[in-house]
């Protein structure tokens, strides 16, 4: 695979398709393999330069879901897309078996909350590798490595089950820095070459209010490392313990925020509305180069 996203060039708007059922925003989720897949193609024509395709909700509280289950959701709407678009696709999962099938399809980022496993406090729930000799994670970096995608390294706190009881830091952009390095580590060595690893500072996985606000004033802190910043902030709850809305009505809190990470050195924002974002992206960044 021979994939290239212009990173640095422009800041990238990263559209959401939830195919679930129970993601926190009810407006984001697709009740079908056709709505999802159009809805990606609208994506595209508003400015989206990358959508994400998602089979589980991340959500505060989720349980997991089966393989099988995950790869009934996503695999038909990535296929959908790729016959009728060109534009990148990045597959949100931490299962091995999910991102080698989405790869297969045509997907060029791999978006992993769990960090390759590296920055949790307890084991992931991960499918049983085929080879036992071999770490799960590593398995899934090789799978991305040999494939030449991207990957997008997040940071969270045990799973989305539980994490919001793991909010404990001294320092917390420093310590999810140190995590992340970790998460580095692991990508490197697993064979994934570092101009393919991307960051996310895990807004919301693991973080109260006031921490989420903390990393997106130091997000330097993790531009320093050399790597691309994805920040995914769009309609969370965080958002409302300042506004006191709604997810439904925290859109004007969104852009506001996204022009601060761009600002603060954001290169992917993560958004359920894309034609806001794109404007908001083309705003700030001719404030920004002009």
């Given at each position: 695979m021979n994939v290239h996203i212009p990173?640095?060039?422009?800041?990238?708007?990263?559209?959401?398709?939830?195919?679930?059922?129970?993601?926190?925003?009810?407006?984001?989720?697709?009740q079908s393999i056709e709505e999802a897949v159009e809805r990606a193609l609208q994506f595209e024509e508003l400015g989206a330069d990358i959508v994400d395709v998602g089979g589980e909700s991340t959500r505060p509280g989720a349980d997991a879901v089966t393989a099988d289950e995950e790869i009934a959701r996503v695999i038909p709407v990535i296929e959908g897309i790729r016959k009728r678009s060109n534009i990148a696709i990045s597959v949100d999962t931490y299962k091995s078996n999910i991102a080698s099938r989405a790869l297969e399809c045509g997907v060029q980022i791999v978006n992993d909350i769990s960090g390759l496993g590296s920055a949790l406090t307890h084991a992931f729930p991960e499918v049983e590798p085929p080879d036992e000799s071999v770490p799960g994670w590593q398995?899934?970096?090789?799978?991305?490595?040999?494939?030449?995608?991207?990957i997008v390294l997040m940071?969270?706190?045990?799973?989305?089950?539980?994490?919001?009881?793991?909010?404990?830091?001294d320092d917390v952009s420093r310590e999810v820095s140190a995590e992340l390095d970790l998460a580095i580590q692991r990508a490197v060595d697993s064979g994934i070459a570092r101009e393919r690893i991307i960051l996310d500072p895990g807004?919301?996985?693991?973080?109260?209010?006031k921490q989420n606000l903390c990393l997106l004033r130091n997000l330097q802190l993790f531009r320093?490392?050399?790597?691309?910043?994805?920040?995914?902030?769009?309609?969370k709850s965080f958002l409302g313990v300042y506004t006191g809305r709604e997810a439904a009505d925290r859109l004007a809190s969104t852009i506001a925020l996204n022009a601060t990470s761009i600002f603060q050195g954001a290169d992917i924002i993560r958004v359920h509305d894309v034609r806001e974002a794109v404007d908001t992206a083309r705003i700030v960044d001719a404030l920004k180069n002009g």
């Open positions: 990173l640095g060039k422009k800041t990238l708007v990263m559209g959401i398709i939830n195919v679930t059922p129970d993601s926190f925003y009810s407006g984001s989720r697709t398995q899934f970096g090789r799978i991305v490595a040999q494939s030449g995608a991207y940071h969270m706190r045990g799973t989305p089950s539980d994490m919001q009881s793991r909010t404990a830091y807004i919301g996985f693991a973080k109260t209010a320093d490392k050399g790597y691309p910043i994805l920040v995914g902030l769009s309609r």
